[in-house]
């Protein structure tokens, strides 16, 4: 799939939008809204993600020393929990990714997640500004292309007289 950008980068080629004629305008817009649609789904995933580190992260604020014996509910899913008492508040075991866990105390598993939310939300604006540039470009191709019929209905008048 061919990438399309407003900045000039390496190894892409530069093109005129007004060489082109309207179907080809029609293409290129359509893989732009592709584009366009496919940030705006990973740009809900990473919300969703960032979301669900934050929670975390806030979560073990919660947890102080002196909690140590007390019931709980531990969350097995999103909606089933069990029954439990806090054994250990200096440490916490959290997920990595792919079913993978790690024992981190407390201060170890904030910096964690508080670094896994500024890497998505750098990740989310990248995406937001490469949304931007496409939008842009979108834009320019629909008024090449409105130019365009215009031109040809201007046009077919004159050839019919």
Not at 6 to 35: H, Y
Request: proline residues 2%; aromatic residues 6%; glycine residues 6%.
């Amino acid at each position: 799939m061919a990438q399309i950008s407003a900045t000039e980068q390496k190894g892409m080629q530069q093109i005129d939008l007004t060489s082109l004629n309207i179907q080809q305008l029609s293409s290129l817009k359509q893989q732009l809204d592709q584009e366009l649609n496919l940030f705006q789904e990973s740009l809900g995933s990473l919300k969703m993600a960032q979301g669900k580190y934050q929670t975390s992260g806030e979560t073990l604020e919660k947890i102080v020393q002196d909690a140590e014996g007390q019931d709980m509910l531990v969350p097995l899913t999103g909606s089933m929990y069990v029954p439990g008492k806090l054994h250990d508040t200096k440490n916490v075991i959290i997920d990595v990714g792919t079913r993978y866990y790690v024992e981190k105390d407390i201060e170890g598993a904030k910096d964690y997640f508080n670094r896994k939310v500024k890497f998505v939300t750098e990740q989310m604006e990248k995406i937001q500004w490469l949304g931007m540039e496409k939008s842009k470009i979108r834009d320019a191709i629909i008024e090449i292309a409105e130019l365009k019929v215009q031109q040809q209905q201007q046009q077919q008048p004159q050839q019919q007289s």
